[in-house]
């Protein structure tokens, strides 16, 4: 009920009252006087106690509060009548805390003279801009060989909205060795975030030295040790070959292990070393009595332009001269048959065919297969070879499944027609059982023999990096064992194996 009603009500109550009251005591004014003083207190007094409101403790007609801060709303301290009458306010209209909006609200107290109310409007908003953490360092260095790889970041709003997808990533160039990659975000409510990662482009990147000749070198005591020095590179700085400080002496006359050490620095101070052993020896002296200890390093089924020039190149550092059986060859690997020739190794011959089908057909076939690549040879080089090897030796066997008995034949025709051949009588395997360089290697050093020429069987056929790896080493453990290595010439003994057919 409206309280300016009741007021009126109880004023026009008391106004009759008084009215009645007048017309029944004319007479007795002075009591008349104190009477209505004291009715009107009384009707000031109760009208005051009627129309008090009740006081709802709100801070502001309109409050603003942070989205996802609140789940409910707190209903205001409420008094009336001095009396806490907080539990008894009624609440009408929601707010949705986890939505930005305008929400009013109406808190309703019953009072003696009916409901009062009280208005209030919550603004439910989101001011606070959202958080980018980078995950990985801030400023971060990156070698200049590398590409950038984003670390990846996570980004957090009071809003709860995901802004992953609506973080803008970009970049700028702050110098030529220095960006900034910019993270920026912004949220529903317009709130922008951004940060920012350094990059620092570094050079880490050493130079690479590259030795002129072996890394490991040998020479007799009282040889010559020839410094090649070495070539350095570096990605960023180019060639530093002139940089390079060589350290570390040979004493050619005491025998012993040698370190020649080449280091260099970049720019950037990034630092690159290289070590050659040199290995200073003695001959020793043939203790197995009375051998030649002769090595022939036979190389078959060449050449290839992947293996031969680098078994060449192998055989020049260590000034060793071996014999090769060759296969018919393209034109455009001719250059290394005249090449093997000119660095004073033999050419031999295998055969213009390898294909056992074909060659040993008959021994007319095998012959025509051997004076076809002869004569190939000798317009190549200007020299006709006459040393052979049998395509599987002397002793395969295969052979019979075309011809019965052409191996015992041939054996003596081609001996008779001026031609040496050459079978071997230690194997490397680098076309059989051999895996790796370290099992040629082996194969080959274990069945060396100080008591007799040693025709050792190689292959530089393509691919064979076997052996182009384990050929150095050998070499090395032969001139240390005190071994002399050969080419075969027509003057070298036959080596043979017992004919099977
Ligand atoms: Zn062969």
Redesign the pocket.
Known sequence: MNIYLVELIVFLLVALFVTILFKITKKHKLKLTLFMLFMIFCVSISSTYLLEKPHVDIISQEISLQINQYSKITVPHTTYHLKDVTSSVKVNGTVDYNKVGSYKIEYEVPTIVGEYSVEQTINVIDSIKPTITLKGDKVCSLSYSAEYKEPGFTVEDNSLEDLTQKVNISKEDISDTEYDIIYSVEDSSGNTAVERRKVLIIDDVAPVISLNGSSSMRILVNGTYTEKGATAVDEKDGDLSDNIKISGKVDTSKAGTYTVKYTVSDKSGNKAEKTRKVTVYKKSTNSSGGGSGVIYLTF??GPSSSITPKILDVLKEKNVKATF?V?NYSSSLEYLIKREYNEGHSIGI?GYS?VYSDIYKSDEAFMNNVTKLQKKIAESIGYEPTII?F??GSSNTVSKNYSKGIMTRLTKSVVDAGFKYYDWNVSSGD?GGAQTSAQVYKNVVNNLSKSRSNVVLM?DFAGNTKTLNALADIIDYGLENGYVFKPITKDTPMVTHHVSN
């Open positions: 078959d089924d059986f296969l295998h390898h090897r395509p599987g076309a292959h």
